[in-house]
């Protein structure tokens, strides 16, 4: 290989890596900008062109990475369940995994709750946007259906964690932990107490666990 096509391979890689850095650094701060007007002015009050020019740039660099405004929220929501752009599912991760891992069930409980908290402190503004957008966007309500879905699915991985370990209250069934883990751990609960109440990321944590441990556990 010559010296000259060496150079030029070695740039074209630069150059491509770079574009690549560029195009996310674009779509980063058009979620940035996107969140904040959602949570400001709601879904319906946000436009594209708001989001472009809070964003700093054009209207169609957004149309032409994200298409529409739905899938803006769509790709905010899921960075905020798992708090990363990596195209890795929350159950796999290792901070959810430890649970699993996990022996004791007190313990199991309160490593749960305290990744619930950083999981809902990113997720639940967003949650109050999907929620209001969707009485009257058909699209955001199958959006919400499916995000509490996925809730319900986690929720029953963590029952089945605990069970691993040991048995649950003899008065609660398998769903019924499920289904009061899913409303103990909502976007509203945790929104009325650190939002409404002032609590803090501790006093939800521990206010969780306990609540969970003296529910769930014998």
């Known amino acids: 290989m010559s010296i000259v096509m060496a150079k030029t391979i070695t740039k074209r890689k630069y150059d491509s890596s770079r574009r690549k850095a560029r195009a996310l650094e674009t779509q980063d701060q058009i979620l940035k900008a996107a969140r904040g007007l959602f949570i400001d002015r709601g879904y319906l009050g946000t436009t594209m062109d708001s989001i472009a020019q809070m964003a700093g740039v054009a209207p169609e660099t957004v149309y032409s990475i994200f298409g529409n405004k739905r899938a803006i929220l769509s790709r905010i929501v899921d960075i905020s369940v798992v708090g990363d752009s990596d195209p890795i599912p929350l159950l796999v991760r290792s901070q959810i995994r430890e649970v699993e891992f996990e022996k004791d069930q007190k313990r199991q409980i309160e490593m749960f709750a305290?990744?619930?908290?950083?999981?809902?402190?990113?997720?639940?503004?967003?949650?109050?946007?999907?929620?209001?957008?969707?009485?009257?966007?058909?699209?955001?309500?199958?959006?919400?259906?499916?995000?509490?879905?996925?809730?319900?699915?986690?929720?029953?991985?963590?029952?089945?964690?605990?069970?691993?370990?040991?048995?649950?209250?003899?008065?609660?069934?398998?769903?019924?932990?499920?289904?009061?883990?899913?409303?103990?751990?909502?976007?509203?609960?945790?929104?009325?107490?650190?939002?409404?109440?002032?609590?803090?990321?501790?006093?939800?944590?521990?206010?969780?666990?306990?609540?969970?441990?003296?529910?769930?556990?014998?």
Request: net charge negative.
């Open 114 to 218: 305290g990744r619930i908290q950083i999981i809902m402190s990113s997720v639940a503004p967003m949650f109050e946007v999907m929620r209001s957008a969707a009485k009257t966007e058909p699209e955001i309500a199958d959006m919400l259906k499916k995000y509490l879905d996925g809730r319900m699915q986690g929720m029953g991985y963590f029952i089945d964690c605990l069970l691993a370990n040991g048995p649950l209250n003899e008065w609660l069934g398998k769903q019924t932990a499920i289904e009061t883990t899913w409303a103990l751990t909502s976007a509203e609960i945790y929104s009325l107490l650190t939002g409404d109440q002032g609590w803090s990321d501790e006093e939800y944590i521990h206010w969780l666990s306990a609540t969970l441990t003296r529910l769930l556990l014998p």
